[in-house]
């Protein structure tokens, strides 16, 4: 992935964020709004997990990423000029499938828990909710109501 790559990935990651469902008062706080800013470019310029973009006439509209265990995908961001066109789909249906691969017999993601598009879209993907409850944000600093969805393989 190129530097400009790196870079499409982390504004995306960040404006996917801001434009989210999910948007609670403590996300207003200019501190957490650069703190997360700040993770999505550093993810974007240092991660070395499974990472893959999806693109429309050659620019990075979404990505997707596995980090941390196996069965997690960790990441699923979309501009969000792109949203509802099922891109997200298409990124959760390649992890899927790579997973499958390697006999991995449950997927998981987790989201904001009123991240209610997420939460929609993954549940069209065959995700149910095993937990919904308060869970540390290491890179906001924060507790948020998350949600686990898990998807049998």
Request: hydrophobic fraction near 40%.
């Amino acid at each position: 992935m190129t530097e400009a790559d790196r870079n499409a990935v982390g504004l995306i990651g960040f404006r996917a964020w801001q434009s989210s469902s999910a948007f609670e008062d403590t996300y207003l706080d200019p501190v957490v709004i650069e703190r997360v800013r700040g993770e999505f470019e550093v993810f974007a310029k240092e991660t070395n997990c499974d990472l893959v973009v999806a693109e429309i006439d050659g620019a990075i509209v979404g990505w997707g990423a596995r980090a941390g265990e196996p069965d997690d995908i960790s990441d699923i961001w979309i501009d969000p000029e792109h949203q509802c066109r099922g891109i997200g789909r298409s990124l959760v249906e390649h992890f899927l499938e790579e997973m499958r691969s390697a006999d991995i017999p449950t997927a998981k993601i987790a989201t904001h828990a009123r991240n209610v598009n997420a939460i929609r879209a993954y549940e069209g993907c065959g995700f149910a909710i095993v937990w919904q409850g308060l869970q540390w944000s290491e890179s906001m600093k924060v507790e948020l109501q998350k949600v686990r969805l898990e998807k049998p393989l």
